[in-house]
């Protein structure tokens, strides 16, 4: 026997446990922290430029031929594009879990070089970046200022000057960019009346300032060979670029005859600006530099964040009179609340815990036993947890916080055995416990086992949610292994240590709680009773209990995650189409003194030009919602299920604007909203507007379902435009390129980006660009003229024309398909999954060549949803086919199977009754109890078994081990109860993921207890009685009463 080494010497069994205590401890110092393991599928984005250019020419002269050449890159789950009506392309690839960011970054590098022969040559020119994508913004530093001369311009350049990059070098640190940048820029407003007059082109202007403004290379005097007796080698240092506005007005375009020169300052205004003006950045409507900051995915959280914030603070004495810095944007903050929230929650459990163990045993000696053994177990865990490369996050702490109801058990059954023994029979201290030992040994492997076989399929299950489960699945069992070396070990050598010494420790006020166990022991024996002898009425109370069971799981709603109160909201403002930026900052600033007014919000930080769910457009505005710290809203008004709704109604008035208010993603990674994520695809290219209608209607039939709540989109292709018609024939008659016409158009209205300059120690751009009020209407166009071979000037007039059109302001690809994409969320009363099922519904009346697809979380739901199934079947099989194998029958483990649909039951049945969904964390909570129900029943039926063989009866076998083992069973699961009452009641930050996991595992091991207790015996005397008229019917089984575990 393995515990006899120890019960011998006590000191070899606590150098042990002191050896695993140490590696945990030395193993937690540097185990990361974060919110959820690294599970968010990693994303390469490629973004690429085409200055001037609309939606439609961007989506196909560069989305196109990237795509075509990226769709099919190894281990990519689908791809998704979006070409905006600033010229911008941006293409993301998301990939499988797991899979190496950098290799994937080289594979898709390797596609778009593919791709870049057939792509014009501006956006070559620009560049097309390849990078790895982010999800996870970790946080926002925004810099204000009390003086009116340092505006958003200077406050953007000098975040990007004295911040960029050296947040940028801290470790953890994916990158760091200023949200709604003004990066300095010689901006070069061309007068196009004054250019005409003087016979000034475009291309003139640009040709002048790319010959004016460059870098030489001089070479060097005296440098080999040259004839011997040179002494000295000098460098010719050239003229450097220009670097300031007088200096490029002094730029010279023509020389006159008279002598004189035509410079750049007499055909346009030049100044230090800002290289783009579509966007604007303010925190509670004062001008702001907004730095946002991005986290690399393996990367320890609160680190990365304490990092950064010194790096500011070391940087903040250098920051010019009047500007400070603020960090409001901070979603550490969520995860270190949330981290001390479940560490609080251990401690709880710990000591409910030890508690019902000492209301039990009434004697201090005894209850030291299992209070030593649960710290050992949960602290060793943490090196196992360093080996696998594991963090300290929500899902290992979750499996910690019920390992310790579980790891208590079997230092529960030592004890109560010992002292059982010791009160019965009399024996010596080591007698005694080498007798219990040799009785318990066996039940304790194997109900360890039949945990670990319950959580072996689960370490196998691919994506989000088996990274998940995995996680939960290897810590608890890891505790529970370390536990049940500790009830072999270290639990025996305590009682030889602790019970040994001296006599009745027990105390006399506790003695009537002894009392009632021995009169509820009294009446749960004459229930077992008349259950054993009513056979019939109990089948048919099982079999009402399955059919309940399996109508509530049909009754109960699913869903991925429950939705958190992160500490902030997002509002996405939508203006109508074609609405100036200037409109858009003044909804802006209504909106935001309207956000203030909530008791709930302390600041507001916003940003024009921008949104998460429309993207780039001059009508599209981005706020952050601050609200006040959980302690500070603990009343109902102020929660989150309040204000969403009333800042909701508020903002819904605003006429100018569509105003959304939303709850960002609780996975960080997965989506910008906690809503679903639908893409409707036209499989058959059609006019965007075709594809607009589509999705109108099924908008339109959205809203009016009852499972569905703010269903809409942020596409619009019925946006103003005007389409641009060239007369090619006239051009030619006339002698005139039409890249010269092209051209022009692009520099006048869009901008040209002609070279470099260099300031403040970084490269800036030099762009030209008409001036403001050459370009506002389509009149404007007249002022634009190009040249013919002759030399004459020619008015655009004459050989183009803009009509008015409407098209989209951004067009969508997903998976190469034109694609819209469609946000809402579930009703008041229903579930995420819900709103997916009645989504899939409604699209199944789609047109012809129509389809649907799901994206981010909604994907991840929809693969979790079956990968569920798939886990619970395998968790049942694997714990019969284990117990087959230790029974040596293929029937005997029914009766301990049995207990399973009990605690599911009861699970669902709490779910049900407090309205709440089955979730990927009560799922979790399902595969535990399949685990912990069995373990129940397999300690009354291996007594059971042990009876039969003594040659009790199969009823008084089956009757006597039930009432044995009813006082561990309830110990154990009253210790487990008690253990998750503080996931049950928990509050503040991450309270909905701890209520959800400790609703599920409280109500089934309740039912599992109650039911399980009542029943496992009825299962087994069922079980057996059939075993026996088969050996009796066949004579060739009698060896099986005789089988021992």
Request: proline share 5%.
């Amino acid at each position: 026997m393995i515990s006899g080494v120890f019960i011998q010497r006590p000191k070899f069994a606590f150098v042990i446990s002191i050896l695993i205590t140490l590696a945990g401890l030395l193993a937690l110092r540097g185990l990361p922290v974060n919110m959820y393991p690294d599970m968010a599928p990693p994303q390469i984005q490629v973004s690429a430029s085409l200055p001037g250019a609309s939606s439609q020419v961007v989506e196909e002269a560069v989305v196109r031929p990237i795509e075509q050449q990226l769709n099919g890159v190894e281990g990519m789950i689908y791809i998704e594009s979006t070409a905006s009506s600033d010229g911008t392309a941006k293409i993301t690839l998301t990939f499988e879990s797991g899979i190496d960011t950098d290799i994937a970054q080289v594979n898709v590098q390797n596609r778009v070089a593919l791709a870049e022969p057939f792509l014009p040559d501006e956006v070559r020119r620009q560049g097309v970046i390849v990078s790895k994508q982010s999800g996870n913004m970790l946080m926002g530093i925004n810099l204000t200022s009390d003086r009116p001369d340092l505006d958003g311009v200077f406050l953007s350049n000098y975040a990007s000057n004295n911040l960029v990059e050296a947040l940028g070098r801290v470790p953890g640190v994916g990158s760091a960019e200023v949200m709604g940048a003004k990066d300095y820029s010689m901006r070069v407003w061309l007068d196009p009346q004054r250019m005409s007059s003087l016979d000034i082109t475009v291309a003139e202007v640009a040709a002048a300032l790319r010959e004016q403004n460059q870098i030489v290379a001089a070479g060097k005097l005296g440098q080999p060979p040259v004839p011997t007796g040179q002494q000295f080698v000098y460098s010719i240092q050239s003229s450097e670029r220009l670097s300031d506005p007088d200096e490029f007005a002094q730029t010279i375009l023509r020389a006159k005859p008279d002598g004189g020169f035509v410079r750049l300052r007499d055909v346009g205004l030049i100044e230090l600006g800002a290289r783009s003006y579509a966007s604007t950045a303010k925190l509670n409507n004062q001008d702001t530099a907004f730095l946002v900051i991005y986290q690399l995915p393996d990367a320890n959280a609160l680190e990365v964040a304490d990092r950064v914030k010194q790096v500011v603070a070391d940087a903040e004495p250098g920051f010019p009179d009047g500007v400070g810095y603020s960090v409001l944007y901070d979603t550490t903050e969520f995860i270190s609340r949330s981290i001390d929230e479940v560490i609080v929650t251990l401690f709880q459990a710990i000591g409910l815990v030890i508690l019902v163990v000492f209301l039990f045993l009434q004697n201090w000696r005894a209850t030291l036993i299992p209070s030593i053994a649960i710290p050992v177990s949960l602290i060793g865990t943490f090196a196992v947890m360093a080996v696998l490369g594991y963090s300290i996050n929500t899902i290992t702490l979750f499996g910690l916080v019920l390992a310790i109801g579980i790891v208590v058990d079997d230092a529960i059954v030592v004890i109560e055995n010992v002292e059982r023994i010791l009160q019965e029979e009399k024996l010596p201290i080591r007698q005694a416990v080498t007798k219990a030992m040799a009785e318990v040994t066996g039940p304790v492997i194997a109900t360890t086992l039949v945990l670990l076989a319950v959580f072996v399929p689960v370490g196998f299950m691919p994506g989000i949610t088996g990274e998940l489960y995995k996680q939960f699945s290897v810590t608890i069992s890891v505790a529970v292994v370390i536990s049940s070396i500790n009830a072999l070990t270290l639990s025996p050598a305590l009682c030889v240590s602790l019970l040994g010494r001296g006599g009745d420790q027990s105390i006399r006020w506790l003695r009537p709680f002894e009392q009632l166990i021995v009169s509820g022991t009294k009446g749960y024996k004459s229930l077992v009773t008349r259950l054993l002898r009513k056979g019939a009425l109990v089948g048919v109370g099982v079999v009402a209990i399955l059919i309940a069971g399996a109508g509530l799981f049909k009754a109960v709603p699913t869903a991925f995650v429950p939705p958190e109160d992160q500490g902030f909201l997002f509002v996405d403002v939508q203006l109508p189409d074609a609405a100036s930026l200037e409109r858009t900052d003044a909804v802006l600033e209504k909106v935001t003194d309207m956000v203030l007014e909530d008791p709930a919000v302390t600041d507001f930080i916003t940003v024009s030009g921008f949104s998460l769910l429309g993207g780039a457009n001059s009508n599209n505005g981005l706020g952050i919602v601050m609200l006040k710290d959980w302690e500070n809203r603990e009343s109902d008004d102020l929660g989150l299920q309040q204000v969403i709704p009333r800042l909701f109604s508020r903002l819904w008035t605003v006429p100018e604007a569509q105003v959304m208010v939303f709850n960002p993603p609780p996975i960080p990674g997965l989506g910008t909203s906690a809503g679903f994520d639908f893409r409707l695809q036209d499989n058959l290219g059609r006019d965007v507007s075709e594809l607009s209608q589509v999705m109108n209607g099924l908008i339109f039939e959205a809203n009016q379902q009852e499972s569905l709540s703010r269903v809409y989109s942020t596409y619009r292709a019925n946006i103003p435009q005007y389409l641009l018609q060239v007369d090619r024939n006239k051009a030619k008659a006339l002698g005139i390129q039409l890249s010269d016409i092209f051209s022009t158009l692009q520099t006048q209205l869009g901008s040209l980006y002609v070279n470099d300059f260099t300031r403040f120690g970084k490269n800036y751009r030099v762009l030209l660009q008409a001036e403001g009020s050459f370009r506002q209407t389509p009149e404007d166009l007249s002022f634009y003229y190009v040249r013919n071979q002759q030399g004459d000037m020619v008015p655009l007039t004459t050989l183009a024309s803009l009509e008015p059109v409407l098209g989209p302001s951004s067009i969508q690809h997903f998976n190469l398909k034109r694609s819209v994409t469609l946000s809402g969320e579930a009703a008041s009363g229903f579930a995420s999954g819900d709103a997916l099922k009645t989504m899939a519904k409604l699209s199944e009346k789609l047109p012809q060549g129509y389809t649907f697809s799901w994206a981010g979380q909604s994907l991840q739901e929809i693969q979790a949803g079956s990968l569920a199934t798939v886990i619970f079947l395998l968790a049942i099989v694997f714990v019969y086919l284990f117990l087959v194998a230790q029974y040596e029958s293929w029937s005997l483990p029914v009766a301990v199977i049995g207990a399973v649909p009990l605690a599911m039951f009861g699970a669902m049945g709490g779910l049900w009754l407090l309205g709440l969904a089955n979730n990927v964390y009560a799922q979790v909570g399902l595969v535990l109890l399949i685990g912990l129900s069995t373990k129940t029943a397999i300690l009354i039926v291996e007594f059971a078994m042990q009876l039969r063989q003594s040659g009790l009866s199969t009823e008084e076998a089956a009757r006597k081990a039930a009432v044995l083992r009813f006082r561990a069973v309830l110990m154990t699961a009253l210790s487990f109860v008690l253990g998750v009452l503080p996931l049950v009641f928990a509050s503040g930050a991450g309270a909905a993921s701890r209520i959800s996991l400790g609703i599920t595992v409280l109500s089934g091991m309740v039912a599992a207890t109650i039911m399980g207790t009542l029943l496992v015996p009825v299962f087994y005397q069922w079980i057996q009685k059939v075993r026996d008229r088969v050996r009796d019917s066949s004579g060739s089984e009698s060896r099986q009463d005789s089988i021992v575990p």
